[in-house]
């Protein structure tokens, strides 16, 4: 190639600068694209952190619902949920695995089982093509908050102060003058029950979601497990007294005596029904449809359980089941991923039931 | 018949570009979805797993059409360290190509998340269930990610410095247009 002109001391200057600049360029926006450039912004990490802060870190546990036991059972469809959802569970005979885990709410491992405190059911569901129905669910029918930016806020704001390891009133009283939602959750809290027993609850998919039929056609939905047990009320007034993990040992005894089993019933919204707004119950007059059997047959800890090392991300749908626009699913996805991602790379501690003998006892 | 060529194979200039544009948006994908809890990343994560795995087969095919045809030489006056430096990082990119991809599969495996690429569409795993060389891996791949966003930023400044500054032919080479006859050289 023949030597091209030499380039003026100006003309090298102006090309390397005109490098630099799109070189530059480059890096701002990819900065800016990892919110480097926006520390407001909310991300995964900002929310664990939030968690951590509230409740303490606890190296090798789920920052949230830190206590649990692992369950290991199966699905069974009736074929009734076919029409609503294409999803291979929902078709007429179908039987599959499912791996869940009970917990009690809150990024404490020890905490004892006597707190006013969800009680949560979580589910996966491993379909024959290899896809998965991950959902994680509350006894309660309303969440306490209706976003990811409400839902730091309401960390933020009951977490306990170093110096007297409660709350500040005065922040709470602030979050709660502004958030009615809230107010109205705690509301349902004093006024309803807690289940005497993990076997006896029911659980709600805290979020809407969409189920897809074979023509393509989207519902919106929410979904519960309805016991077969029947429902027996805890007596708030002793709940403080009860052994440290009274729950889980009933649950584990009641699993050595033989299965348990819940109905998994659909509620399709109606007209008005907000699928973005987990905070809102549905009219109780709405459409409901029964789908099928979950048997749970046996529990075991999760120090060497099959679902300690999984998440109950609410985004990992088969087809057939998709996300609602409730902007809590995506908050959640993430931040269960990042929480994963920490106690993951932690050493693994044993667990309070692990270390609790007639805990043992009872899923040996 | 051991002469080199004057420039790349056109299937390598295919390959380049198309694998340009598709590594830029990736990279800025994933820093943008593992960045936030709005609904947006639900959006680039359903991206990010398809074209993750359209790259890994790109970088297989770019592999195989490098192997068959030869590169076109560096023009002899470039100084030796910038030889070494360019074969460095053409190394360092292939070898990214390949673990970006191949990092995130064994992630998601090791973790037991199932790699939906479409509704119906699961991949299988590809190593066995592992947390702490989930959490490894997961940390890798944003390490690694970094690694191959500023390779590229030093390998397209390199490229302009021989583009408007040497002026050596060597950008012409991957041109993604035909050559002019008496252009190469």
Not at chain 2, 12 to 27: E, T
Not at chain 2, 139 to 144: G, Q, S
Request: aromatic share 8%; charged share 15%; proline share 9%.
């Amino acid at each position: 190639m023949p030597t091209p002109e030499p380039l003026s001391a100006g003309q090298r200057t102006l090309r390397l600068t005109a490098i630099a600049l799109i070189a530059g360029a480059l890096a701002l926006a990819f900065a800016a694209s990892a919110g480097w450039l926006t520390p407001a912004r909310l991300t995964p990490g900002r929310i664990v952190d939030a968690l951590q802060g509230h409740d303490g870190l606890h190296p090798g546990f789920r920052r949230a619902h830190a206590k649990g036991v692992c369950v290991i059972g199966e699905f069974a469809g009736n074929g009734a949920g076919a029409a609503l959802s294409k999803a291979a569970l929902f078709a007429a005979g179908a039987r599959v695995p499912v791996v869940g885990r009970f917990s009690t709410g809150g990024g404490i491992p020890d905490a004892p089982d006597g707190r006013v405190v969800f009680h949560s059911m979580a589910l996966s569901f491993t379909l024959p093509d290899g896809s998965q129905w991950r959902t994680g669910m509350n006894h309660v029918p309303i969440f306490p908050v209706a976003t990811p930016q409400d839902f730091l806020a309401f960390q933020l704001a009951t977490r306990p102060a170093p110096a007297t390891g409660k709350p500040d009133p005065a922040r709470v009283a602030a979050y709660l003058a502004a958030h009615p939602e809230t107010r109205a959750f705690m509301a349902w809290l004093r006024e309803h029950p807690l289940p005497s027993s993990f076997a006896n609850g029911t659980y709600y998919s805290v979020n809407a979601f969409r189920f897809i039929d074979a023509a393509g056609t989207a519902r919106t939905v929410r979904w519960r497990m309805q016991p077969e047990a029947p429902f027996a009320e805890l007596d708030k007034a002793t709940l403080a007294q009860r052994d440290a993990d009274f729950l889980f040992a009933d649950l584990a005894t009641r699993l050595r005596a033989g299965p348990l089993r819940w109905q998994l019933i659909v509620t399709l919204a109606g007209p008005g029904d907000a699928g973005n707004d987990a905070t809102r119950p549905w009219p109780a007059d709405r459409r409901e449809l029964t789908l099928g059997t979950l048997t749970l047959e046996r529990a075991t800890l999760e120090d060497d359980g099959p679902c300690r090392d999984l998440t109950f991300d609410p985004l990992i749908l088969p087809a057939g089941i998709a996300a609602s626009d409730d902007p809590l699913l995506a908050a959640r996805s993430a931040a269960y991923a990042r929480s994963f991602t920490r106690r993951a790379g932690e050493p693994a501690p044993r667990s309070a039931l692990a270390r609790d003998p007639s805990f043992r006892e009872t899923v040996r | 018949m051991n002469a080199r060529p004057a420039s790349f194979h056109p299937y390598a200039r295919l390959l380049h570009w198309s694998m340009a544009i598709l590594i830029v948006a990736m990279l800025f994908v994933g820093v943008g979805m593992a960045s936030t809890v709005s609904p947006l990343r639900q959006t680039l994560l359903a991206l990010h797993r398809p074209l993750g795995l359209a790259l890994l087969v790109l970088v297989a095919l770019r592999l195989a059409v490098r192997l068959r045809h030869r590169p076109p030489p560096l023009p002899a006056a470039l100084p030796a360290w910038q030889r070494h430096a360019a074969g460095a990082s053409h190394g360092l990119l292939y070898g990214l190509m390949f673990a970006l991809p191949l990092v995130g599969w064994a992630m998601l495996s090791a973790g037991d998340y199932p790699l939906t690429l479409a509704p119906g569409l699961t991949l299988p795993p590809i190593v066995p269930r592992d947390a702490a060389l989930y959490a490894l891996r997961r940390r890798a791949h944003t390490a690694l990610a970094l690694l191959l966003f500023g390779t590229v930023l030093l390998h397209l400044a390199a490229a302009l410095q021989h583009a408007w500054l040497r002026r050596d032919g060597v950008m012409a080479s991957m041109a993604p247009w035909r050559r002019r006859p008496g252009q190469s050289g």
